[in-house]
């Protein structure tokens, strides 16, 4: 789903004095008695940006936080680790809460945090099984590829996580470029325009090709700053979104007024700052070490670097 892909930075007090998300990799060292910290609510962690925290953290030889986060109208979960060493920018997690088990694509940002910390996140739906799990559960334990498991207490997460939900309904998702003054509702009603009715909210959920309920979310974004949105639109699951875990598409309205859909398939989407015709190059993420770009050629985004 998304989700949203803002990049920021804290310093490493503000990260120490209010916990940030929570950051996994690819090599991570498990810890065996972790000391886990009741969540708190911090309801503007990054003033600029709008966004509401809430988080626990392990203390132990290291800082790992599991946080739930919420930027522009869009909810995160998101990890935050000091020793990360991740071999793949993209990354599979599974997380274990009282038994019941929930499988998350991660995508690490471009450039490590202060003092060699990473981070990675991925989209989650408001209202979906997994915040819903994360609020009444007693704990969770986080495993993936190169560690055996990371255990975070759940204690207080309920009351923190549920006011950044209220925070996030409040906040239309909107970002990248230049910003459109609509409200939730005119959101609302430009992704179902754009999507031909198939998803008709900013958040919620739709029946998938195996069909299941999967959960969505969709962004407006001004790829080209001409002032009019295009809509991406990231719907989680494995039956559509493969190995990735997540499926995807961007809507651009063609010099005709008609949305036309660019992408369509499996993939985390990433804007690159170069751009080509006005529009930025755009790289699309997934299992491996290697996720082709995709270029505007001015009526459409096509392939630009490929992997072999």
């Given at each position: ?21 929570l ?6 060292t498990?810890?065996?008695t ?9 309801p ?15 203390e ?9 986060i ?26 274990d ?24 996140a991925t989209?989650?739906d ?36 549920d ?8 906040t ?40 299941e ?14 002032g ?13 979104g ?46 491996g ?5 995709w ?5 459409k ?8």
């Open positions: 789903m998304k989700g949203v892909k803002m990049t920021h930075h804290r310093t490493l007090s503000h990260r120490l004095a209010l916990p940030a998300m950051l996994l990799g690819a090599s991570l498990a810890h065996s972790p000391l886990s910290t009741p969540w708190t609510h911090d503007n962690p990054s003033p600029e940006l709008g966004e509401s925290l809430a988080t626990t953290c392990i132990d030889e290291d800082i790992s936080c599991l946080s739930v919420c930027r522009e109208g869009s909810l995160y979960l998101e990890f935050d680790s000091f020793s990360v060493s991740p071999d793949e920018r993209t990354f599979g997690v599974d997380i809460i009282d038994g019941e088990h929930f499988w998350l694509q991660l995508r690490q940002q471009d450039t490590p945090i202060d003092y060699g910390t990473w981070h990675a989209p989650v408001t209202d979906g099984d997994l915040i819903q799990a994360l609020m009444s559960g007693r704990s969770a334990k986080l495993s993936s590829k190169g560690f055996s498991g990371m255990d975070f207490s759940l204690r207080g997460s309920s009351p923190a996580i006011s950044v939900r209220h925070h996030c309904a409040d239309p998702s909107i970002s990248h470029g230049s910003r459109s003054d609509s409200g939730r509702e005119d959101a609302d009603r430009i992704v179902a325009e754009a999507t031909g009715g198939h998803f008709s909210r900013i958040k919620g959920f739709v029946t998938d090709d195996c069909g309920k999967a959960g969505y979310s969709a962004e407006l974004v001004d790829l080209n700053d001409d009019q949105p295009e809509v991406f639109v990231s719907l989680e699951g494995t039956c559509s493969g190995m990735t875990g997540v499926w995807m598409d961007l809507y651009i309205k063609d010099r005709r007024g008609r949305w036309q859909s660019q992408f369509g398939f499996p993939g985390i989407y990433e804007i690159r700052k170069t751009k080509h015709k006005g529009f930025p190059d755009i790289e699309i993420g997934g299992p070490f290697c996720f082709p770009v270029r505007w050629n001015g009526r985004y096509v392939i630009h670097e490929r992997c072999d």
